[in-house]
């Protein structure tokens, strides 16, 4: 038995655009075989999720990569003001 087809939730979306870039974004959907609709979705959406991706990422130079692997490997001693904090925290938050 074949499962019903959910429906994803949607919001709408209106925007207005100079006529030039309409028209292009119109040619580039049929070009692409896809609606207007489809073409917004699918490019809007893969771009959102490369911003948001970039924004939640970080990334680092090999150099920096190598010194956080030993930080993590081989941390050092905490200073005074780190004692501090954790002694302030410990005393701020309770033990589950």
Do not use: C, S, W
Not at 2 to 23: F, S
Request: proline fraction near 6%; aromatic fraction near 4%.
């Amino acid at each position: 038995m074949p499962k019903p087809h959910i429906e994803a939730e949607t919001a709408r979306l209106e925007a207005r655009v100079p006529v030039q870039v309409y028209d292009q974004m119109q040619r580039a959907a049929r070009l692409r075989g896809m609606t207007l609709t489809g073409y917004l979705i699918a490019t809007a959406g893969e771009d959102a999720r490369r911003v948001v991706e970039d924004a939640d990422i970080m990334r680092l130079a090999r150099e920096d990569q190598i010194r956080f692997a030993e930080a993590l490997i081989n941390p050092p001693q905490p200073n005074a003001r780190l004692a501090r904090a954790a002694k302030r925290h410990a005393e701020l938050i309770e033990r589950r």
